[in-house]
């Protein structure tokens, strides 16, 4: 454990296991946690005790499985319209969506990586990883790349190491070197496109949703196949992808949306 970690106290401990049971993504049981906790087994049921009794996790004594709560839910639902962008930008993704037919992704950036807020699909909607609350790489999607792009630099720079460089596919850039260059092209021509780098057959345009002052607030996606488009055929996107994340932008501006960290 960090010693930035250690700072955070019970407080901080609490936190790492809401998130331990959330990324498990289905009810768990305490010895499934214990085999995966830094903590103590003693330590360890005295944070879930606590979790459980605060309604930030249930506790189902007959199968003996631990989920989360619905007091969590609650705070969930209201950090989604108080601080995210999904609340403004739901009628334009709609508008957005209808008018082309394809799927559109609404993000923001979570420590360098893409936490998905909002997904319209199409009547033929096509299978892939994305969902609203998923975390995705930023490196390796068209719309983490539109983000980390207009980044201040330092900002930027802090993310570019955060990145796991895994190879999802043969297109995955899997280098900082080759994402800085990346990012570069995108800052001057305004888009980022996924070229099946984070998923087979999955291609997207993408563009950053700037504040007044150009402080980044999100990211927003047209994601759709080979089989629909080609990159040179996606790119007449263009003109709608930004008109639309325009329109976020100014709307988020006159709603004073809270700069996000990074």
Not at 43 to 56: A, N
Not at 223 to 247: F, G, N
Request: overall charge negative; glycine content about 6%.
């Amino acid at each position: 454990m960090t010693a930035a970690k250690n700072s955070d106290g019970t407080v901080g401990k609490a936190l790492d296991l809401l998130d331990k049971v959330a990324a498990i993504g289905h009810p768990v049981r305490f010895s499934e946690l214990l085999a995966d906790s830094e903590h103590p087994k003693a330590t360890l049921y005295r944070l879930l005790q606590t979790l459980t009794s605060q309604g930030m996790l249930s506790y189902d004594p007959d199968r003996q499985l631990y989920s989360l709560g619905v007091r969590l839910v609650k705070l969930a639902h209201a950090a989604w319209r108080q601080s995210s962008l999904a609340p403004i930008a739901r009628p334009f993704l709609d508008e957005l969506s209808n008018k082309l037919g394809e799927t559109v992704h609404l993000a923001q950036l979570d420590h360098g990586q893409v936490l998905y807020l909002d997904k319209r699909n199409p009547a033929k909607p096509l299978m892939m990883f994305s969902d609203a609350g998923k975390i995705g790489p930023g490196y390796c999607t068209g719309v983490g790349k539109a983000m980390l792009a207009f980044l201040e630099d330092s900002t930027r720079e802090q993310c570019i190491k955060q990145q796991a460089y895994h190879r999802y596919t043969a297109h995955t850039l899997t280098s900082a070197e080759a994402l800085r260059t990346e990012l570069d092209e995108i800052r001057i021509q305004g888009i980022a496109f996924d070229r099946e780098e984070h998923e087979p057959n999955i291609i997207c345009i993408a563009a950053p949703i700037l504040s007044g002052s150009d402080r980044v607030l999100g990211g927003l996606s047209i994601t759709t196949s080979m089989q629909r488009y080609t990159l040179l055929t996606l790119e007449e996107l263009k003109p709608d992808l930004l008109e639309t994340a325009r329109k976020i932008g100014e709307q988020a501006d006159l709603w004073q949306f809270p700069e996000l960290q990074a």
